[in-house]
């Protein structure tokens, strides 16, 4: 069974400081990652995916197999990142999404 | 485009009647999700449907939930009869085709409250 952890509820960074939310999952295939992203009063939407190797918005997330990770990244983190960060994870060939229980991300001025 | 819709937007009741959620996908994409958001467990797949036949329903908590896709165009969730612990809001997502790495669009989702 595929499992997505993340393991701050709540994380908190100065404007301008640098960002890391967590993302570890268990999976024994290879698997497609994705950050989605719910801001204050608006719909979840996709940040990014790991088979993209995008930046979006500053932020930047690398697949690490040998550690089951997908960390997001930020270098400067800004007021309007705000919100609620979901990490997810779909199995090779599957359709269903499986998300992490998120990150309340707050930056403080 | 709207988006994905969904109705209604809040919805309080009480426990034992029944409630129905309805949703409207984006038009032309043939997946759609149920997801259930808590504090608790946070962001749940509950069902979905590929082409408006069910495919996955292992996320539905018990008998009391159902979902029904007539058409590629509407989607419902029912729950019958409600109890207090099915209070949450519940997110209807589409998407266009069958690969993974297709992103999933969100709906506003519904509030449910059940006193």
């Known amino acids: 069974a595929q499992r997505v952890t993340q393991p701050e509820k709540l994380l908190s960074v100065f404007k301008g400081a640098p960002v890391e939310l967590k993302c570890n999952y268990s999976?024994?295939?290879?698997?497609?990652l994705f950050w989605y992203v719910q801001y204050s009063r608006q719909r979840l939407q996709l940040l990014l995916r790991?088979?993209s190797r995008e930046s979006i918005k500053g932020f930047t997330a690398d697949l690490n197999k040998g550690e089951t990770s997908f960390h997001l990244k930020k270098p400067f983190a800004q007021e309007e990142d705000s919100a609620m960060y979901y990490c997810?994870?779909?199995?090779?060939?599957?359709?269903?999404?499986?998300f992490g229980q998120g990150t309340r991300l707050t930056i403080n001025p | 485009d709207a988006g994905v819709i969904q109705s209604p937007r809040h919805e309080v009741t009480e426990m034992g009647q029944e409630v129905t959620l309805r949703c409207k996908p984006i038009s032309g994409h043939n997946s759609l999700f149920w997801y259930r958001q808590t504090m608790m467990r946070g962001l749940e797949l509950l069902i979905y449907?590929?082409?408006?036949?069910?495919?996955?329903d292992s996320g539905m908590p018990e008998d009391r939930f159902s979902a029904k896709m007539p058409n590629a165009s509407f989607s419902t969730l029912k729950i019958q009869p409600s109890e207090p612990r099915d209070s949450a809001v519940y997110f209807c997502?589409?998407?266009?085709?069958?690969?993974?790495?297709?992103?999933?669009?969100f709906g506003p989702g519904t509030r449910l409250t059940v006193l």
């Open positions: 999976y024994s295939g290879s698997p497609e």
């Open positions: 449907f590929n082409n408006n036949v069910p495919i996955d």
């Open positions: 997810a994870l779909s199995a090779q060939g599957a359709q269903k999404l499986v």
């Open positions: 997502a589409s998407k266009r085709g069958l690969a993974g790495y297709n992103e999933q669009f």
């Open positions: 790991h088979i």
